[in-house]
């Protein structure tokens, strides 16, 4: 079993800056990605980040150019720098570890909210 924990969330004024991180505990081999998705308040859930195991980055539309997403090579951990924030990033983040034959894993998320 593969524990998620996502941390950083927090309240954060329009134009303002915020660093999510994210740690893998547990076994966790033959991965695909690691990354970060956003679900805004009745929307399905949509691609932020996420870096392959080979360390290729992609990034999603919608925050591209605002967003850098980065893994501790000492560890099981990933970030999400978040800079020039919008009222339209408000949304929960997960972070999710794409398995390389396995469903999907999904933290329980960490609320981002931008707002004067």
């Known amino acids: 079993q593969v524990q998620i924990e996502e941390s950083g969330g927090g309240l954060v004024q329009p134009g303002g800056s915020l660093k999510l991180s994210c740690t893998f505990s547990g076994t966790i081999s033959d991965f695909d990605a690691m990354g970060w998705w956003r679900q805004f308040p009745g929307k399905q859930r949509e691609l932020v980040a996420t870096i392959q195991k080979d360390g290729g980055i992609n990034y999603g539309d919608s925050v591209k150019g605002r967003v850098t997403i980065s893994r501790d090579s000492a560890g099981n951990t990933i970030y999400l720098q978040m800079d020039n924030l919008k009222r339209e990033d408000t949304a929960v983040y997960y972070c999710?570890?794409?398995?390389?034959?396995?469903?999907?894993?999904w933290g329980q998320g960490t609320q981002v909210t931008v707002s004067s």
């Open positions: 999710v570890l794409d398995l390389w034959d396995e469903p999907d894993r």
